[in-house]
């Protein structure tokens, strides 16, 4: 039986590669905070916090039903050192908007009530296994493309694919929208990019990296 030979005695052609592609968000959440004037817990706060309930009824007026709201977090603040129901209290909500060409409306509904404003946002994007996997195979095709290129400069040929692993991608920072970004804007009406004073991108560049090592053949 042939002995394989140890990985230092290889003669290995090392590249490294990157595939670009240009994703589509397929949806958004808007992170809001409500100042409300009495503490109600869990998912009774859509309904039973005055100003959440407000909220609420202006946000299903552009369709974005109940069952897109989700209570994240609440602050509890007692006047008096005891908190009772009678106590206010800050409630930061997660909205779902899963329709993008509403998003403008959306916006609008947020910003026309007065205790709310607005914390960041996080798109959306297709992270199936599929894509990832249609991704990754593009960028195998890239590795092969360069490691034969260096092969053929060589004046080697270029064997079977010794390693190759995916390198871990970089953490995006979510999108932040400044209150002063919606100052001056009409609450009687839908917002647009325009009235918003930057662009509201729903693309992203997702990045797809390998470092793959070929075996070079005699």
Same mark, same amino acid.
């Given at each position: 039986?042939?002995?394989?030979?140890?990985?230092?005695?290889?003669?290995?052609? &090392?590249?490294?590669?990157?595939?670009?592609?240009?994703?589509?968000?397929?949806?958004?959440?808007?992170?809001?905070?409500?100042?409300?004037?009495?503490?109600?817990?869990? !998912?009774?706060?859509?309904?039973?916090?005055?100003?959440?309930?407000?909220?609420?009824?202006?946000?299903?007026?552009?369709?974005?039903?109940?069952?897109?709201?989700?209570? &994240?977090?609440?602050?509890?603040?007692?006047?008096?050192?005891?908190?009772?129901?009678?106590?206010?209290?800050?409630?930061?909500?997660?909205?779902?908007?899963?329709?993008? &060409? !509403?998003?403008?409306?959306?916006?609008?509904?947020?910003?026309?009530?007065?205790?709310?404003?607005?914390?960041?946002?996080?798109?959306?994007?297709?992270?199936?296994?599929?894509? %990832?996997?249609?991704?990754?195979? %593009?960028?195998?095709?890239?590795?092969?493309?360069?490691?034969?290129?260096?092969?053929?400069?060589?004046?080697? !040929?270029?064997?079977?694919?010794?390693?190759?692993? &995916?390198?871990?991608?970089?953490?995006?920072?979510?999108?932040?929208?400044?209150?002063?970004?919606?100052?001056?804007?009409?609450?009687?009406?839908?917002?647009?990019?325009?009235?918003?004073?930057?662009?509201?991108? *729903? *693309?992203?560049?997702?990045?797809?990296?390998?470092?793959?090592?070929?075996?070079?053949?005699?």
């Amino acid at each position: 039986m042939l002995e394989q030979p140890a990985e230092g005695d290889l003669d290995l052609i &090392e590249v490294f590669a990157e595939y670009e592609e240009d994703v589509a968000a397929k949806s958004v959440d808007l992170f809001v905070d409500v100042e409300g004037s009495s503490l109600v817990t869990g !998912r009774a706060a859509l309904n039973k916090a005055r100003e959440v309930h407000q909220l609420v009824e202006s946000l299903a007026a552009v369709g974005v039903a109940e069952e897109q709201i989700f209570v &994240e977090d609440i602050h509890a603040k007692a006047t008096s050192g005891i908190f009772s129901k009678g106590s206010s209290a800050s409630y930061r909500l997660r909205i779902h908007c899963h329709s993008l &060409e !509403r998003l403008g409306d959306v916006l609008g509904a947020i910003t026309s009530q007065q205790n709310v404003s607005l914390g960041h946002m996080e798109w959306g994007y297709d992270e199936s296994v599929a894509a %990832s996997a249609r991704r990754l195979a %593009s960028c195998a095709g890239i590795a092969m493309e360069k490691a034969q290129a260096v092969a053929e400069a060589l004046g080697v !040929r270029l064997g079977a694919p010794h390693r190759m692993g &995916e390198v871990p991608p970089k953490l995006a920072e979510p999108a932040t929208l400044a209150p002063a970004m919606f100052a001056g804007v009409s609450r009687a009406r839908a917002m647009s990019q325009e009235d918003l004073g930057l662009s509201v991108s *729903h *693309h992203r560049k997702v990045v797809t990296r390998l470092s793959a090592s070929f075996r070079v053949l005699a």
